[in-house]
């Protein structure tokens, strides 16, 4: 086949995999007459495909390669920096390859390359340089996941559009600013929850989409600032009210998520400022840790709960039981250890209520003559 065959099979191919999902319409032009770009897709928020209920439109561009590999998980392109330009001063675009071996056999790759992916790619280009090599991906069946491919696309763009080089500069501008308080990160998307406060489902979202995380100032009315996806520091990003309970007893109201950020993949939810879960977006591990608080009534809590998880193997989380069973070991020289500590940091605390003292203690602030008097009131019959 000569290659403008291979462009029309292409084209072909992608607008019959767009064409049967109801919320999506496929505006492709298989003569390659517009630079740059194939076409449109329209987005539509109902069923039927009114022009009342349009959500949006997104770019496409669409290439065919002969071959007789189809099976490939991921592939690589080379795309044309001009063309690459020309996607970034439009807001980004969906990039479509498909492999042709003949017409029956072929498969769909994909990648969104919004204004923050463009910028990255584009970064350090040389004047005579005239591809770029991109990534992409097999484009999926799920009619669902496909609707939520080109929506997340088309939020995300609006959010970028305004921000034409690296994000990473409006960031370190206000990094002082985020130990303050005045930022919160916002991380949003469809298909990122399965169902209303269900937890977070970061690991699966990401096999499609590319998780975009936005510095959202809290007192003003400016958009949202975009950050690189693949150089995040441990920034809060997330907060959710979710029970964290043992049997009938809550322990905890609310999670707060974070990236460890010597391991992009690894994401921690913390229940309290010291106990925390790592999750390996890769592997979807889960590993339990915690450390000490050095205040008296928070430690107590936090080691009452460590100690629960222990003995039952696990916690529930809005209801949903988390298995630690494989995890725990209640016989190791560091769950004896907690054992010891709790029954202490119980022991004081209950000496705090007899004394009529509310207020929780900073043991770090405490003299050595304070915990001497706090011990001898304790050690009392």
């Given amino acids: 086949m ?41 987005l539509y928020k109902k069923e039927g495909k009114r022009k009342a209920d349009i959500e949006g439109r997104v770019s496409v561009q669409v290439k065919g390669k002969e071959t007789d590999v189809t099976s490939k998980k991921q592939i690589k392109y080379p795309a044309q920096i001009s063309d690459l330009k020309n996607y970034n001063t439009d807001g980004g675009v969906i990039f479509f390859v498909v492999y042709l071996k003949d017409d029956q056999n072929y498969k769909i790759y994909y990648d969104t390359l919004e204004p923050v992916k463009l910028n990255k790619i584009l970064y350090g280009v040389g004047k005579e340089q005239k591809t770029k090599t991109i990534t992409l991906k097999s484009f999926p069946k799920n ?18 559009m305004s921000f ?15 130990p303050k308080g005045k930022y919160e990160m916002i991380l949003t998307g469809y298909g990122l929850y399965k169902e209303k406060n269900n937890f977070l489902d970061l690991d699966n ?17 400016l958009p949202p600032i975009p ?16 029970e964290i309970s043992i049997k009938n007893t809550v322990f905890y109201k609310k999670i707060r998520r974070t990236f460890d950020k010597s391991d992009k993949n690894k994401v921690l939810v913390y229940f309290s400022k010291h106990v925390y879960l790592i999750l390996n977006r890769k592997s979807s591990n889960l590993d339990f840790r915690f450390k ?16 629960g998880v222990i003995e039952n193997k696990g916690f529930s989380m809005d209801g949903t039981w988390i298995d630690f069973s494989k995890s725990i070991n209640s016989d190791s020289p560091d769950m004896k250890r907690i054992y010891e500590d709790y029954k ?14 509310n207020k929780d203690i900073d043991i770090d602030k405490l003299s050595s003559q304070d915990l001497k008097k706090l011990r001898h009131y304790m050690d009392r019959d």
């Fill in 205 to 221: 979202f990401s096999k499609y989409n590319t998780p975009y995380f936005y510095l959202q100032e809290k007192e003003s009315g």
């Fill in 2 to 42: 000569d290659q403008k065959d291979i462009e029309t099979i292409a084209i072909s191919k992608v607008k019959v995999s767009l064409t049967s999902n109801a919320y999506l319409s496929p505006f492709l032009n298989e003569n390659d007459k517009e630079p740059s770009w194939d076409g449109q897709i329209y």
């Fill in 164 to 178: 034409t080089s690296d994000p990473s500069e409006y960031l370190q501008n206000i990094e002082k600013d985020i």
């Fill in 344 to 357: 202490k940091q119980n022991e004081t605390v209950q000496a705090l209520d007899t004394l009529g003292i």
């Fill in 292 to 307: 000490e608080s050095n205040l008296l009534r928070e430690a107590s809590l936090d080691l009452r709960f460590v100690v």
């Fill in 227 to 242: 950050l690189d996806p693949d150089n995040i520091s441990v920034i809060q990003y997330s907060e959710q009210n979710v």
């Fill in 143 to 160: 009619k669902q996941v496909v609707r939520d491919i080109f929506r997340n696309f088309n939020l995300n763009k609006k959010r970028q």
